[in-house]
């Protein structure tokens, strides 16, 4: 007797566990709430049938009968709060969590503002490899073999033998392109560079480069000054006085360093221009006969510019950054900033 009830009693709690699992709202758990644990349910009447037992059985079966009250109120609570949370969840009247949203890294800004400038005045954006080759990083620029760029204290080389190496600036795709494509062409290519420089608060051994590459017939040193001036002021959003000085690189000639009057000093003199007043900012020139000839272009009627520079400076400049290591350490408090 006592045993068939005991399975009973058991067999009803299986069902009470079977049903809530179904149970996703408050409703239908306050129905089953009565089912199983209300006044009149089938638990409730044998708590009252206790007294028909023997003493012995008395204290087997109430505890029984206990203890399934206790699981099925565990069950209960559990369902109870599980339909809450699951409320808060889709309750589109609480406030959201807010999202951090990063922001680009001011390199990338600063990139995107050149390319953006050379861009509207028809020049199309170009890449290359970072890892290059010795021919198309000194050699088919004019590069002679004892250049000291070459030597192995300032250029990466990966397999010295192969003369295979990271790129030392962006000329290079200068190369590839012109090797590509037939002029006249206006490129711009900007990317990372390597140098086995110190890290300090002027260098870095990887770095930006911006190269611009301009071929057509007739093109003049004048067309050179024009655009890079009109660059400089698009670029620093004011007047400032742009001087062309004579320079050398091996794969421009005539070539020239272009300085600004100093944006901080206004010219007057300060530690960032060296008292001079003046900052250079970039190299440039006219593309020397023997780069075209390296790329097979004819340069009795062609001819054109390049130009070459460096992004950590201008952006140094531009927002007055004065250690280029700020880029790299990745400190929330300086990129936040831009
Ligand atoms: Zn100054």
């Not at 239908?28 to 206790?50: A, D, H």
């Amino acid at each position: 007797m006592l045993k068939e009830i005991i399975e009973k009693v058991e067999q009803f709690f299986e069902e009470g566990k079977r049903e809530i699992e179904e149970i996703k709202d408050d409703e239908l758990l306050e129905k089953w709430r009565i089912k199983f644990l209300g006044r009149k349910s089938y638990l409730n009447k044998l708590f009252s049938q206790i007294s028909s037992f023997s003493n012995e059985e008395k204290v087997i079966f109430g505890k029984k009968l206990n203890q399934i009250k206790q699981k099925l109120i565990e069950l209960y609570e559990k369902t109870k709060s599980e339909i809450k949370k699951e409320e808060i969840k889709y309750n589109v009247f609480l406030p959201g969590k807010k999202i951090k949203i990063g922001n680009l890294h001011p390199i990338t800004k600063i990139i995107d503002e050149i390319v953006q400038i050379f861009y509207k005045i028809g020049f199309a954006i170009a890449e290359g490899p970072e890892i290059e080759t010795d021919y198309y990083n000194f050699t088919a620029l004019n590069t002679p073999e004892e250049h000291p760029a070459r030597d192995i204290w300032d250029t990466f080389y990966i397999e010295k033998e192969r003369n295979i190496l990271l790129r030392t600036h962006t000329s290079p795709v200068q190369i590839r392109i012109m090797e590509k494509y037939p002029p006249p062409l206006r490129i711009i290519a900007p990317g990372k560079c390597f140098r086995r420089d110190s890290f300090d608060s002027s260098h870095s051994p990887m770095f930006h480069q911006i190269e611009g590459l301009m071929v057509d017939r007739d093109i003049k040193f004048t067309h050179l000054k024009g655009i890079l001036t009109y660059f400089i002021y698009e670029f620093f959003k004011r007047e400032v006085r742009v001087v062309f000085s004579p320079s050398y690189f091996p794969f421009t000639e005539p070539s020239a360093e272009v300085s600004i009057s100093c944006v901080i000093c206004e010219g007057k003199g300060c530690s960032t221009c060296g008292n001079t007043g003046f900052l250079e900012i970039l190299g440039c020139g006219m593309v020397h006969p023997n780069v075209f000839k390296n790329v097979g272009y004819n340069n009795k009627i062609y001819t054109g510019f390049a130009f070459g520079m460096g992004v950590e400076r201008l952006a140094m400049l531009k927002y007055q950054i004065d250690d280029i290591r700020h880029f790299y350490y990745n400190d929330l408090r300086f990129l936040e900033q831009f």
